[in-house]
């Protein structure tokens, strides 16, 4: 069956700009989480959409929001980019939810901000 | 609260060396933990997983065991191949929680020819 996609995979902003990555998850799943990995901070975790609905959320400032779409599909945006925004952005499905441990990953979308 | 902790990297050996990565957890209860790997331009894979304590996860080679009375859940490999360089993350998941997962910060391993 295919695997969680992502897109884009590349993408260059300038700071101040907005960005929107798109996560299709695993047919079937229904929860999707979102990840910040970064050479200094490593994995970190954004938030976990179930059903539509924010499940959890990590501690980051209000500038990422998500949403996710009732065919599963989700969005993250960032808005007023900042440099340190820079990072690879990683979504996983899961069919019940995050915490079974049991994720597949998409292969991520490498933000760029100049 | 709940947290894994790993050891840091980078990891170097050669190839067919005897591979361990450490991981030590803090939790309540008895929590799942997991092995994921991230190759490099790839996103992450489970590798393993324990369930209880006392469970050995194996998958490709190697092997975590569950230990509660250390509360670790170590990686070995008793020959690693080139094709084994990797990031490395140990993870938990709480006892009766689909909302959690607490990872850790990774280890990169590189296997030299």
């Known amino acids: 069956k295919a695997g969680v996609t992502q897109t884009p995979r590349y993408l260059i902003k300038t700071r101040g700009q907005q960005v929107t990555l798109s996560c299709s998850p695993i047919s079937g799943h229904r929860s999707v989480s979102w990840y910040q990995q970064t050479p200094g901070q490593g994995l970190q975790f954004l938030f976990e959409y179930f059903s539509e609905t924010q499940r959890n959320k990590g501690n980051f400032p209000g500038r990422f929001s998500g949403r996710q779409f009732s065919n599963s599909r989700s969005e993250m945006n960032v808005s007023t980019l900042e440099l340190g925004d820079s990072a690879l952005y990683l979504c996983?499905?899961?069919?019940?939810?995050?915490?079974?441990?049991?994720?597949?990953f998409g292969e991520g979308s490498r933000l760029t901000v100049l | 609260g709940d947290s894994v902790t790993q050891m840091e990297g980078p990891v170097t050996l050669s190839e067919e060396a005897f591979l361990t990565i450490n991981c030590t957890y803090t939790a309540t209860g008895y929590p799942s933990l997991f092995w994921y790997v991230q190759y490099p331009g790839e996103g992450l894979q489970l590798l393993l997983k324990?369930?209880?304590a006392d469970d050995k996860g194996s998958n490709k080679g190697f092997e975590a065991t569950y230990r509660k009375e250390t509360t670790s859940f170590h990686l070995e490999k008793g020959s690693v191949q080139v094709s084994d360089s990797a990031v490395y993350f140990c993870a938990l998941s709480p006892p009766d929680s689909n909302y959690q997962l607490i990872w850790g910060a990774g280890t990169k391993l590189i296997i030299k020819p």
């Open positions: 324990a369930t209880k």
């Open positions: 996983a499905s899961s069919l019940v939810g995050m915490g079974t441990g049991e994720l597949f």
